[in-house]
């Protein structure tokens, strides 16, 4: 009898630290899988972010660096400057990549910084317990926002794809979602996509995941999967916002 | 004809290059932007990479993605900037990337001026960003020290895994004095074995600040603060001028210390037996020298470009043994030699009164 | 020998050019060089000054709070720095421009119609360099032989042609000290 299905050797034995339901875990596994499959497990070097998955470098198998809140574009530009041998993702939540870090990704995509950047949206700040994050929904209640996000006091959310498509630089922009195994596979697809696109030094491509947030939605996880359907996707649609080009994209 | 005539701010450029940097990310603010052109037109010509950054926070952010890598790395900025980078260097430190950073200082707080000053002292020395920490802080007096100190500060950043520090200031970025870079020694760059990048054959390598655990960040704390402690023992550098018999010592630091020797000279010229020590290493600061430098010594006279700053590390050594008074002027206005001739008088004569 | 200058002028005048050279003559010479300027916001039309230390003995305190020499370009410039210069020192005014007698009787005063001067040599731009062939010939802090060696260096060559340009100047200058 083969083996069907076990760990990618992109990921450590560590086991994941997200709660039951979040989403980071199957993202988590399809940039593994994405590792494996373009055998740059070698020369990958992961680029750590602040918030859940602050510390994803237990559990990548690669090279790893660990970035302040928001600057892992810039760390990674650095990185990926001094060794263009490597290559170079970052993997940020909204609270990183769409507050603390906005600077950092619109001049990375503006140079068309040859990295990955993989994007967790999941319209909240996990980590720290549920406050508003720059993506939390019109209406919607977290910690800091106990009323529910109201556009004239908090302001509106961001949707970072169109942000960048904005400008000129970036390569390749896709939004992305993991709630269902049809959706999975397309998400992989964009993973792969992107990396692939940085190993032909392609350019700057970001790739947004629609995740979901149980603990702190105060949902359950099923009902979590339908409130990413029912209100994330409205807001954020999913699709390609700037096409990569030539990029060899079988799954 | 090696020598040539040069601003301090290019020197450092050229320095850069001579030390084996190919790296270099910043962003411009007077009065150092003279580094960041001199490399952005050097660099090309050396197969280097110079990168105007979005911000300084973005800068030091890619100085330390660059130096996990193992590369020699070099940002520099002039104080409102170093602020910025503040946060970037206490990641550097934590998670121990060596990199050299260089603050060519003006008059603060908040946006300040543009002239000169030494008014980030504390900041330089005493960690500067959150945490328990230390940068290694050199102070250069003249142009070519300053050439000559890019080579060191990297050795050293190298040498200890630590972010390194040339302290200038807007006066000593902005002239010209003739320096050599032939006679500049070149340093052996050691394999980085932790270095990212393309692992094939060895064991990932990751670096990280993050200690969740106490326990573990305890000791984290502890093995860097006996790494400080061993940098301390070793590698203080000072400079002595004329203090062997001094009753008078003035302690300043870079371009100041000069400024202090012709003081000292006319003071000498009168018949007052004074002389002048200058820290090169402001962290770690050479105590020990200090207490042997003023041995002879009945007062001591610390001179800055601040409000005070320095005196506070020379009180503190000398332990309450002499009385330090203290000189600054401040904002971007220098201390002239007159003036620091006549603090040296007044405390001659108190220290003669006392007799 | 140690000789310390202000050069002062409006910006756009040359004045920190005509520090550099000197301060460039110097070094070739195998003296102790230091050249300060001041910076900022000046552009055309702005002050702009620079301090020079040549010695032949190794420079102190580069910056000049009481020059040997005074250069004034520009009337604020001579009102600025008049009140610094050493007793017994110079002063050597752009006659061209400042058409006020100089206040302090215990300096030495040289009047240099330098732009006039640098309008008959066809560019105007030379002003500078007239002034300083005035300095070389009435203190003798480098040879105007350096001078011309140190452009050399510092023009790139398609900038050669100018030097004779230069070395009428320097000379226009020297001629008016006599």
Not at chain 2, 112 to 125: E, K, L, M, V
Not at chain 2, 251 to 273: D, F, H, N, Q, S
Not at chain 3, 87 to 101: R, T
Request: glycine letters at 10%.
């Amino acid at each position: 009898m083969g083996v069907v299905f076990e760990r990618p050797k992109a990921l450590t034995e560590e086991k994941f630290s997200y709660c039951p339901g979040c989403h980071h875990g199957i993202i988590h596994r399809l940039v593994a899988e994405v590792i494996d499959e373009l055998g740059i497990i070698d020369n990958t070097v992961c680029v750590s972010s602040v918030g859940c998955s602050v510390v994803n470098y237990q559990f990548f198998a690669t090279d790893a660096i660990q970035a302040a809140h928001g600057r892992a574009p810039a760390a990674a530009t650095g990185v990926k400057r001094a060794s263009p041998d490597s290559i170079v993702f970052t993997y940020q939540g909204d609270g990183d990549l769409a507050a603390m870090g906005t600077a950092e990704i619109i001049h990375a995509a503006a140079r068309n910084e040859n990295i990955t950047v993989v994007f967790v949206n999941n319209a909240i700040y996990g980590m720290t317990g549920g406050q508003m994050a720059p993506t939390t929904l019109k209406g919607q209640k977290t910690t800091t926002s106990p009323y529910g996000r109201d556009s004239k006091r908090e302001g509106n959310p961001i949707r970072v794809c169109e942000l960048l498509n904005s400008l000129d630089g970036p390569a390749y922009l896709e939004r992305v979602s993991v709630h269902d195994p049809k959706h999975v596979i397309r998400a992989k697809k964009a993973i792969k996509k992107a990396f692939q696109l940085q190993v032909k030094g392609g350019g700057f491509s970001l790739v947004e995941v629609l995740s979901a947030c149980p603990t702190n939605w105060h949902l359950s996880p099923l009902a979590a999967i339908e409130w990413v359907k029912q209100e994330l996707m409205a807001y954020y649609p999913l699709g390609v916002f700037r096409e990569a080009g030539e990029v060899d994209g079988e799954c | 004809m090696s020598k040539v005539l040069m601003k301090g701010n290019e020197a450092i450029g050229e320095a850069a290059i001579a030390a084996g940097c190919r790296y270099f990310f910043g962003y411009p603010i007077t009065p150092q932007s003279e580094l960041p052109e001199y490399l952005a037109r050097r660099f090309p010509e050396v197969g280097g990479v110079y990168l105007q950054a979005e911000s300084e926070v973005a800068a030091i952010n890619m100085v330390y993605g660059a130096a996990a890598t193992g590369a020699r790395v070099l940002t520099s900025s002039s104080s409102p900037g170093i602020s910025l980078k503040q946060e970037g260097i206490s990641y550097a430190a934590g998670s121990e990337l060596p990199c050299l950073i260089v603050n060519i200082m003006r008059g603060g707080p908040g946006l300040g001026g543009i002239q000169p000053a030494q008014s980030d002292y504390f900041q330089a020395t005493k960690g500067g960003g959150h945490g328990d920490y230390k940068v290694i802080v050199l102070a250069p007096a003249s142009v070519q020290e300053l050439a000559d100190m890019v080579g060191t500060g990297f050795d050293l950043a190298d040498k200890y895994r630590n972010p390194a520090m040339i302290l200038g200031d807007g006066f000593l970025g902005q002239m010209m004095e003739p320096v050599d870079f032939e006679g500049i020694k070149k340093s052996e760059i050691a394999e980085k074995t932790w270095a990212v990048g393309c692992k094939k054959g060895r064991e990932r390598n990751v670096h990280t600040s993050l200690y969740l655990d106490p326990e573990e960040l305890e000791k984290h704390n502890i093995k860097l603060a006996q790494k400080y402690e061993l940098i301390a023992e070793n590698e203080t550098m000072a400079q002595e001028y004329l203090t062997e018999d001094a009753e008078i010592v003035v302690v300043a630091y870079g371009l100041v210390a000069r400024i202090c020797k012709a003081a000292v000279e006319k003071a000498r010229a009168e018949g007052i037996r004074a002389g002048v020590f200058r820290p090169i290493t402001l962290w770690p600061f050479p105590q020990k020298v200090l207490r042997k430098a003023t041995a002879a010594a009945r007062g001591v006279l610390a001179v800055e470009m601040s409000m005070g700053q320095m005196v506070e590390d020379v009180r503190l050594y000398l332990e309450g043994r002499l009385p330090v008074r203290f000189y600054g002027r401040a904002g971007g206005m220098a201390p002239t030699t007159q003036a620091v001739y006549e603090e040296i008088k007044k405390i001659s004569l108190e220290c003669r009164g006392v007799e | 020998m140690l000789k310390q200058l202000i050069l002062a002028g409006f910006g756009g005048q040359g004045v920190l050019s005509m520090g550099q050279i000197l301060a460039q003559s110097g070094m070739v010479e195998g003296k102790e060089v230091t050249w300060i300027p001041s910076y900022g916001p000046e552009m055309r039309g702005g002050t702009a000054n620079c301090a020079v230390t040549v010695s032949t003995s190794p420079i102190n305190s580069p910056l000049v709070a009481e020059p040997d020499i005074l250069v004034a370009m520009s009337l604020p410039s001579l009102e600025k720095f008049e009140p610094t210069v050493k007793p017994g020192g110079w002063v050597f005014v752009n006659s061209s421009l400042i058409k006020v007698e100089v206040k302090r009787k215990d300096i030495k005063v040289c009047q240099v119609p330098a732009n006039e001067l640098a309008d008959e040599l066809g560019e105007v731009r030379t002003a500078n360099m007239v002034m300083l062939g005035a300095i070389l010939a009435t203190e003798q802090i480098v040879s105007t032989a350096t001078v011309l060696e140190a452009l050399k260096k510092v023009l790139p060559s398609s900038k050669h042609h100018l030097i004779s340009l230069n070395a009428q100047a320097l000379q226009a200058g020297a001629n008016v000290v006599g």
